[in-house]
């Protein structure tokens, strides 16, 4: 351990040993940021981004996500129909 120690000469070396661990994430984390980067959610709606995906099955978000895509294609507003897949018993799919 000593030999360890004595290798480092300064600040520098010890931020370049120092390992990085990426912090445990749940999967609906993700899951929101992915979210909010395809649809470019606005800043004041990540949080609602968070609990819906929070509070929705995964499947449940992926559907509302991939009809949101299909549905409107304007970037600007897209993130509106999001929410009112979501909203539409939990995000099922309309029988048409």
């Known amino acids: 351990m000593e030999n360890k120690n004595r290798e480092i000469t300064g600040i520098g070396d010890i931020l370049k040993s120092r390992q990085r661990v990426k912090p445990p994430a749940y999967e609906w984390q993700d899951m929101a940021l992915r979210v909010i980067s395809e649809l470019k959610i606005p800043p004041i709606k990540k949080s609602s981004v968070f609990k819906a995906c929070r509070d929705n099955p ?39």
């Open 58 to 96: 995964p499947q449940t978000i992926l559907n509302a996500l991939n009809d949101t895509k299909e549905l409107c294609k304007s970037k600007n507003v897209g993130w509106k129909y999001f929410f009112k897949i979501l909203g539409n018993k939990g995000g099922e799919r309309e029988q048409v």
